[in-house]
């Protein structure tokens, strides 16, 4: 069975080498649909460290949600360089997480799927939108587009970086294209 899975991407640290390279392994492991434009966002809680680069994507595998997590992107996180923090705020190389499965509600450790950050983060929520958003929220019923609609008059916290996105949506282009 094939299996949807809706990420959502960050970095601080080597921000547009690191993005690109997590894609490009997303792409050697999953079959790589459709990746975001990036947004530089201000950095939440630990406010002290460089702006972040945040995306979204979304992939098809045969693996569930706790084996994409645990296979593949934790194992691009560690090779990335990501070390686990006591703060989850902490600067970071890579951030990828599973937003969205199917249109399943997942308990996967300690994590929730659909993330409560959808409604919570507009770096989640604007990026998911974006590529998805007819997409309904299996909890709130909620378009992914509606959700997004709520964050419109906080986006001076975000930027759009062009330059990073034509960057990225070329990993989609090469892989699609049998380059990598």
Do not use: C
């Not at 970095?11 to 990746?35: G, K, P």
């Not at 702006?51 to 645990?70: C, D, G, P, W």
């Not at 916290?157 to 062009?162: A, F, N, T």
Request: net charge negative; charged share 25%; proline share 6%.
């Amino acid at each position: 069975m094939t299996n949807i899975a809706y990420l959502s991407l960050g970095s601080n640290i080597n921000t547009e080498a690191n993005l690109r390279a997590a894609l490009e392994l997303l792409a050697a492991q999953t079959r790589l649909v459709a990746v975001s434009s990036v947004w530089e966002t201000r950095p939440v809680g630990l406010t002290e460290q460089p702006n972040f680069l945040n995306a979204a994507a979304i992939v098809e595998t045969e693996l569930t949600a706790e084996q994409l997590k645990r296979e593949v992107l934790v194992a691009i996180e560690q090779r990335l360089g990501r070390v686990s923090q006591a703060d989850k705020n902490a600067p970071r190389p890579i951030d990828l997480d599973i937003t969205l499965f199917n249109r399943e509600i997942v308990e996967l450790g300690n994590r929730h799927i659909p993330d409560p950050e959808i409604v919570e983060r507009p770096f989640v929520a604007i990026p998911l939108a974006e590529i998805a958003p007819d997409y309904k929220h299996p909890e709130l019923g909620q378009t992914l587009s509606e959700i997004a609609r709520n964050f419109e008059a906080k986006s001076e916290e975000m930027y759009l970086r062009p330059d990073v996105s034509q960057s990225l949506e070329q990993v989609k282009q090469n892989h699609h294209n049998g380059r990598l």
